[in-house]
């Protein structure tokens, strides 16, 4: 039978979501909870696990296009077992794979009609084998059925790029060799058949260039494929179309540039979408309803860099990699208990100030698709090892376009670092609904003011903006005065815990 599966709410109460690419084509066997697709909503890249065992019929949309929630997306033939029996016959758990309960769990609809030319044979003992799995949530597996695989990628079942022909028509087999045979033969479908390994941004920046991924070879020992080795391949194509080779493997290649800087039209334009749509909607809307106010302070933090790199050479502490940002938001915490009214949101809906006695502490983390703020659940009750670490992992997954849906909402109070790009202060934009965002600025050595005496300190400038419905002057200096004298003074923190 023909099972449709429509595209699910994934949980952040948005309408619809882009699909960034499909990691299956029409005529593929899929595996249940095989991924088939890569979605992009507003807060996050997902990927879409199939809700059934089959073979592809037809894929209702195409990379780039926007689909509704409830959108048709994929129908799947799935075998029916000995005819009048579906698959949810052959699983003992409910809502199994052809069991539109179970489908309904995570947002999808299956059709029950048959599909008379497109049906599959009878039911065989290996057919019954792809049907066995059961859906992700709604009871274990049959033994010995394994955990379902990434689907091969098989050459020739999707159509190449401009930039991909080329390649093919024209390299020379030194340098296809890295990614593949430039011909169509057994030993191309070999090379190709695995998915590069990288992650959503670097998919998209090498599409955005015309550059197949399975011709670039990944520089790093992890094998996962980055923005410099999709510039290194493109530099060498450059160079090789201006007849000087990059490397020795390049030799006396005339392949073609990927692109010349000064041809195409003079300007672009780009739909406004995903991230950039979400980010633009919040900060107006956090801009022309919260009234911000901003307050600056330059503090000493000699004694932090200290700590810090006491810490740092400490063996015991060696793998959490502590920095100043951990400090920081370690002051954050607990001057947040000490000023409860920065960690506080305005419920306009129920006429209500929700003050929170939890801190789930946002960190803006720069990545490709913009900027995203996803938050450390419960941060005030991490001791500061464990703090850095989770503030290295939420940065690391955001900026490689993994951020579930819920790390990105439910913030309490946010830091972002401005430090990290070299700028001494700015004036942060609330993130609603929250009351409340530090700015944290670099770290200079300057002349300073010391026991009585100019000396050269370490000096950082930090940036509070808080909504004045909720935070009056008083409290928002408070609050950035305590975060100020346990950066001057770590050992302060002791009179907060």
């Known amino acids: ?52 065992a089959g073979v592809v019929r037809r894929l209702h949309a195409d990379a780039g296009d926007v689909v509704d929630v409830g959108g048709s997306l994929i129908d799947i033939d799935v075998p029916s077992g000995d005819g009048d029996a579906g698959p949810a016959d052959d699983v003992d758990a409910p809502g199994g794979v052809g069991s539109a309960e179970g489908v309904e769990g995570v947002g999808s609809a299956a059709s029950e009609e048959d599909d008379a030319e497109g ?44 930039a991909d022909a080329a ?13 593949g045979a430039a011909d169509g033969g057994e030993d191309a479908g070999d090379a190709r058949r695995e998915r590069p390994r990288s992650t959503p941004p670097v998919r998209l920046y090498a599409k955005q260039r015309g550059i197949d991924l399975a011709l670039v070879d990944a520089s790093g020992a992890t094998g996962i494929i980055r923005r410099e080795d999709v510039d290194r391949f493109a530099e060498r194509l450059t160079a090789a ?34 991230v950039r749509k979400a980010t633009a909607a919040a900060m107006v809307r956090s801009a022309f309803t919260a009234p911000h106010v901003t307050c600056f302070l330059e503090v000493d933090v000699t004694e932090t ?21 951990a400090v ?15 960690n506080s949101r305005w419920d306009e809906e129920a006429g209500e100030i929700v003050q929170h006695h939890y801190v789930n502490l946002g960190i803006a983390a720069a990545t490709d698709r913009g900027l995203v703020v996803p938050h450390i659940d419960d941060a005030d009750r991490l001791g500061l090892a464990a703090l850095a670490d989770a503030i290295r992992d939420l940065t690391d997954t955001a900026r490689a376009g993994r951020a579930t849906p819920a790390a990105l909402t439910g913030g309490t109070f946010s830091i972002t670092n401005f430090g990290t790009f070299g700028i001494d202060a700015g004036t942060p934009i609330l993130n609603p609904p929250e009351a409340g965002i530090l700015g944290v600025g670099a770290v200079r050595r300057r002349p300073w003011e010391h026991a009585g005496e100019i000396a050269l300190r370490d ?29 001057r003074d770590p050992g302060r923190a002791l009179l907060l815990v």
């Open 241 to 274: 179309s201006a007849g000087a080779p990059a490397d020795a493997s390049a030799g006396a290649s005339t392949l073609p540039p990927v692109s010349r800087p000064h041809a195409g039209p003079r300007e672009t334009r780009m739909p406004i979408r995903g």
């Open 167 to 179: 390649v093919r028509e024209a390299a020379p087999h030194d340098v296809l060799a890295e990614g």
């Open 1 to 52: 039978m023909i099972a449709e599966f429509r595209l699910p709410d994934l949980g952040e109460g948005l309408p619809d979501a882009e699909i960034v690419q499909w990691l299956v084509a029409e005529g593929d066997p899929v595996t249940l909870n095989q991924p088939i697709a890569e979605v992009e909503t507003a807060k996050a890249i997902v990927e879409l696990p199939s809700p059934f």
């Open 459 to 487: 000096v950082m400038t930090l940036g509070l903006s808080f909504d004045h419905r909720l935070v009056d002057g008083e409290q928002g200096a408070r609050f950035l005065a305590a975060v100020g004298d346990i950066l």
């Open 328 to 342: 920081v938001a370690k002051a954050v915490c607990l001057a947040l208990h000490a000023e409860p009214s920065l």
């Open 305 to 325: 860099t200290a700590l810090v790199a006491r810490l740092r050479s400490d063996p015991r502490l060696a793998e959490h990699r502590i920095g100043i940002l």
């Open 119 to 162: 049906a599959a044979p009878a039911s065989t003992e290996e057919d019954a084998d792809v049907a066995l799995p059961n859906l992700v949530g709604y009871g274990a597996a049959p033994r010995g059925t394994g955990r379902p695989q990434r689907r091969a990628r098989i050459a020739g079942r999707r159509p190449l790029v401009a």
